[in-house]
């Protein structure tokens, strides 16, 4: 969880069911790349 606007990330999946019902992942974006600048500051004082 990041400290300044306790915004929380994780690496999302794109899966797709098998027809033996197994899942197979097609693509994974690591949270590295989801990751944006904080919109706020929750930290400072108001």
Same mark, same amino acid.
């Given at each position: 969880? @990041?400290? +300044?606007?306790?915004?929380?990330? %994780?690496? %999302?999946y794109?899966?797709? *069911?098998?027809?033996?019902? &197994?899942? &197979? *992942?097609? =693509? @994974?974006i /690591?949270?590295? &790349?989801l990751?944006?600048? +904080? /919109? *706020?500051?929750? @930290? =400072? &004082?108001l």
């Open positions: 969880m @990041r400290d +300044s606007d306790h915004q929380g990330f %994780h690496d %999302h794109l899966e797709e *069911v098998q027809p033996d019902l &197994k899942l &197979k *992942v097609i =693509a @994974r /690591p949270k590295e &790349k990751m944006y600048d +904080s /919109p *706020v500051d929750l @930290r =400072a &004082k």
